[in-house]
């Protein structure tokens, strides 16, 4: 049995590869990445890549020496100009298919979506279509979601604490110079929840907002 963690480099895939890394620490934990090729000089797929380099070295420095990283590049219109609601069920989709082939018997795949997420409203049909890739390539695997019943804060709390925040990637639309957008949907989940994350901590006098 593997553990297997489809990982972006955002504060959600990062907090999971870090806990299932530190909590199996005698077994090797495989962090897959989806890169599109349709756009490798692309700013977003340029920004996710260093994102993903930088936690790497910083894994090592920590002693976190027992993750195996695999990137999967796939050549599709991926387009982030619109992220309306129905269309989001399909990343999980496209990422399931994409590593079907990189499966083996008994292996645990991980899927960082937290409670904000709109992907885990399409939970039970991800589910049945996990079932209906297990039955074609006859290979038994096992879908998680282990961060469904945490929030953005509760995630950007301990990404704080383990002095990731300036590590992970959170802007789908970066800007030219790579700063995030502060636009798009990842963005305002980021900001909001930082917001919300000072509320929590009585940084924020609520009295003046």
Partial sequence: MRNLVLWSGGSDSTLLLYQLSKNNSDDTINAVSICTSYAPDSIEIKKEKNCRENIKKYFNEIGIKNVIYTEIEINMPLNREFETWSSLMFYPIIYLGNISPYLKPNDMVYLAYIKED????????????????SSIININFELKFPFEYKSKIDVLDEIIKLNLLDKV?????PLNDGSPCKKCRSCVMHYSALY???????EIDESSL
């Fill in 118 to 133: 709109i992907e885990l409203h399409f939970k039970y049909p991800i589910l049945n279509l996990a079932k209906l890739i």
């Fill in 169 to 173: 990637s959170w802007c789908s639309h």
């Fill in 196 to 202: 919300g994350l000072k509320l929590k901590k009585g």
